[in-house]
């Protein structure tokens, strides 16, 4: 059973044009908590999804401020951590957990 924090530190997959370029290098993309660390995320990964991670890099993208209704609103911070994979493993994210 993984720990707890497991599911805490991995919250989504990022699905869009360049994530799913990137698959092709053997890398996924998701969103996790902006405290985690690239340890906590690289064992959260290997735990829940039985694959080994040779590398993680992070980024926070910063919220855009954007208008709803004539209101000024921004959008929340996000971070999100790339993970290769090692060579001949795949997660497959339409799955899910």
């Known amino acids: 059973m993984p720990a707890a924090r497991h599911y805490d530190t991995i ?7 360049k994530a799913t370029l990137l ?5 996924v993309v998701f ?10 995320i690289a064992a959260a990964i290997e735990s ?5 991670v040779t590398k993680v890099n ?3 993208v910063k919220g855009k401020t954007k208008r709803f209704r004539g209101i000024m609103g921004r959008r ?6 790339i ?14 957990l």
């Open 11 to 17: 919250l989504a997959p990022v699905i869009t044009e």
């Open 31 to 40: 969103k996790v908590a902006m405290d985690s660390t690239k340890d906590e």
């Open 76 to 81: 929340n911070d996000v971070k999100k951590a």
């Open 83 to 96: 993970v290769t994979l090692a060579p001949g493993q795949s997660i497959d994210i339409a799955t899910g």
């Open 48 to 52: 829940l999804f039985k694959v080994n």
């Open 23 to 27: 698959s092709e290098q053997n890398k």
């Open 58 to 60: 992070t980024m926070i």
